[in-house]
């Protein structure tokens, strides 16, 4: 499938593994030039579209240098893709260390990574801020939820305030996608994927990178620039648990 997005640029976080690996993979076999990062730079996967950089979106410094060596590797960037998160269930009494850690993760360093890129997409008018989050109905306590809600919304109303601009921004609900924190951490043993599939998936199985890339890459394309502020599952029919 061809999305027409050759010639653009994008910046992917969480590109080492998971989603983001496939979402990087994808563009870059569209003929995006991307610019992948992660902490674990020696895992991206090489490809002559992909230029890998090195950081951690929990540190602000990091952040500024990202943006600031994307642009220099490759322009003005169009397309912002932030995937870096991870799940972090926790108890009522978890300290304010871990709590920070959590939204600076999974909140703080999208809405940051945003408004460093924003300057240069409203200027030229086009530019698509995709964010990869994730459940608001929770099964416990879990601060990356409470992150991702707050992701939502604020891309919601950022959405609003662009959309005159060119600049799209949106968000998709993983369900559950075969990543490392799904298969290693969340669902170790096939036995415990088989038990949570039969009670919660109708598609049936996990979802694969693919399946959410897809999505990005039309959200990314021009023929979805009146798709804007909206929350879009990618979960094969788990739509109970991504309100
Ligand atoms: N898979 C699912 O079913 C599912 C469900 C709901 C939501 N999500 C969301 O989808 C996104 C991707 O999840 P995934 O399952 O693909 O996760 P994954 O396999 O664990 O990959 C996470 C990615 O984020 C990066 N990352 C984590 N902490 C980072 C940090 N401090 N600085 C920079 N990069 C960091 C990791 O790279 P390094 O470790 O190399 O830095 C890795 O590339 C996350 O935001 C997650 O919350 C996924």
């Not at 399946?211 to 502020?229: E, K, N, P, R």
Request: proline residues 4%.
């Amino acid at each position: 499938m061809d999305y027409e997005l050759k010639g653009r640029t994008a910046l992917v976080t969480g590109a080492s593994a998971g989603i983001g690996a496939g979402i990087a993979r994808l563009l870059a076999d569209q003929g995006v030039r991307v610019a992948a990062t992660a902490r674990r730079v020696e895992r991206i996967a090489p490809h002559a579209n992909l230029t890998a950089l090195a950081g951690d979106v929990t540190a602000v410094a990091d952040l500024e240098r990202l943006a600031r060596e994307a642009t220099a590797a490759l322009g003005p960037v169009d397309i912002l893709v932030n995937c870096a998160g991870g799940s972090r269930p926790t108890t009522v009494d978890a300290d304010e260390a871990f709590w920070e850690e959590a939204m600076a993760l999974n909140f703080t360093s999208a809405r940051r990574l945003s408004i460093a890129l924003l300057p240069a997409m409203r200027q030229r008018r086009w530019g698509r801020i995709v964010n990869i989050t994730g459940t608001m109905e929770p099964r416990g306590l879990n601060a990356a939820v409470a992150a991702k809600a707050a992701l939502h919304l604020w891309a919601k109303g950022l959405a609003c305030d662009v959309a005159a601009d060119g600049v799209t921004v949106n968000s998709i609900q993983p369900g559950r996608i075969n990543s490392e924190q799904i298969l290693e951490k969340l669902h170790p043993t096939e036995e415990s994927r088989r038990a949570f599939i039969e009670r919660n998936i109708p598609a049936g199985h996990f979802g694969e990178p693919a399946d959410v890339a897809h999505l990005v890459a039309f959200l990314a394309s021009s023929a979805a620039g009146y798709i804007t502020g909206t929350v879009i599952p990618v979960d094969g029919g788990m739509r109970n648990f991504a309100h």
